[in-house]
């Protein structure tokens, strides 16, 4: 079992920055096949915003490619969300998750997180 909790969250401009945080417990995040950030805005679908796998690139969806950057801390097993030049349409709660990889390379979450909320406004 692996509990994740995300923080970090919270109001910024148009053009600024965030960095979310993911701290897991119950498994090393090192031995984890992959996790991702996800969000979800009001009555909008879920999108899947960045998958990272341990020693493989980081993929990201097309709207947050050039300003997000996930990365993985595995002395503090947290994992990160740095999220640049914000725009309103990147309002959103974020949820951090665990899981894997399809044989054909999709990945699916089998633990989330609580979410956290994120609200680029100006």
């Known amino acids: 079992q692996v509990q994740l909790v995300e923080s970090g969250g919270g109001s910024v401009q148009p053009g600024g920055s965030l960095t979310l945080s993911c701290a897991a417990s119950g498994s090393s995040i090192s031995s984890i096949n992959a996790m991702s950030w996800y969000r979800q805005a009001p009555g909008k679908e879920r999108e899947l915003v960045a998958t990272?796998?341990?020693?493989?690139?980081?993929n990201y969806a097309d709207s947050v490619k050039g300003r997000f950057t996930m990365s993985r801390d595995n002395a503090k097993n947290t994992v990160y969300l740095q999220m640049n030049r914000l725009k309103p349409e990147d309002t959103a709660v974020y949820f951090c998750?665990?899981?894997?990889?399809?044989?054909?390379?999709?990945?699916?979450?089998?633990?989330w997180g609580q979410g956290t909320q994120v609200t680029v406004s100006s």
């Open positions: 990272s796998v341990p020693g493989d690139t980081t």
């Open positions: 998750t665990a899981g894997g990889l399809t044989p054909g390379g999709v990945y699916f979450a089998v633990y």
